[in-house]
């Protein structure tokens, strides 16, 4: 999950500390150590130093009966100091309230670098349900929170990410046509929200909309996404995307919009 290039003032510890954190957002159970080495290819001694720095600092913690690992309550902390640095620390009651009137997850992010960042999500209580990764980037192109925002930027903008940037087709339904692309945006903007049908996971459907702040300038976005067979074409209009868009008008006015 690396991502960018390494700086002159790059740190091996560092960057191996986070290596470690970064392979329980692949995981929704704890990970052992022995897993834990063999993934990030590096011994067992080094790894155990690692997770005990992480568990002294509360990054981490561990079962004391399966010797397993998993994160620690400093990393909620972190997670939800970036909510509130982004003003989106009122997203979660709001994110509540829908799950339960529609029983979806729901879930907000953000976007950098042209890749969109899931920050929180409330899960629904189906038995088959889609959970989202939390702080990994996706990108933008082909996911409903990605296009929320990226219906609104400016047309030079959008020009230079589709002269800079390459459609990968994630699946057969991935839109790889920068017109094709463009012309959905326009859409987007017009009707306040957005659908990606299996663009970036088969059997999984996601419903977007952007949250503004005061200034108008659209900061967020949240999302309900779920498996396609519960996220057909007439519950999405008539249901899911009237929750959605009052959703993100009450976390935008929270935000003075």
């Keep these: 999950m690396k991502t960018g290039k390494k700086s002159t003032n790059y740190n091996r510890s560092v ?12 995981e929704d159970h704890e990970i052992g150590l022995t897993e834990l080495s063999r993934r ?34 400093m990393t909620v ?4 100091k970036a909510l509130r640095q982004r003003g989106l620390g009122g ?17 907000v992010s953000i976007m950098s670098d ?7 999500s409330v899960e629904c209580d189906h038995n088959l349900r889609v959970m989202p990764a939390l702080g990994v980037q996706l990108p933008a192109y082909c996911t409903a ?19 800079n940037n390459k459609f990968e087709k994630h699946t057969p339904h991935t839109i790889t046509d920068a017109e094709s692309w463009k012309d959905q945006l326009r859409e987007i903007a017009r ?16 419903v977007g909309a952007p949250i503004r702040d005061y200034t108008s300038r659209v900061i967020g976005a949240v999302s309900m996404l779920g498996p396609s067979q519960r996220f057909h074409r007439e519950r999405i209009e008539q249901e899911l995307v009237p929750l959605l868009k009052q959703g993100a008008a009450d976390i935008s006015a929270a935000l003075g919009y």
């Design 15 to 26: 960057s191996r500390a986070l290596d470690v954190l970064e392979q329980f957002l692949l």
């Design 40 to 73: 990030l290819k590096l011994p067992k001694n080094n790894i155990f130093r690692l997770l005990a720095t992480l568990q002294l600092r509360n990054y981490v913690s561990k079962d004391p009966v399966t010797e397993r690992y998993q994160l620690g309550f």
């Design 77 to 80: 902390e972190l997670a939800q």
């Design 91 to 107: 997203a979660r009651t709001v994110m509540e309230r829908l799950v339960r009137e529609c029983n979806e997850t729901t879930c």
């Design 114 to 120: 042209f890749s969109v960042i899931n920050l929180d």
């Design 145 to 163: 929170p990605g296009k929320s925002f990226m219906a609104h930027f400016a047309d030079e903008a959008i020009a230079k990410y589709t002269s």
């Design 191 to 206: 009707q306040g929200y957005a659908v990606e049908s299996e663009e970036l996971n088969l059997g999984v459907t996601s």
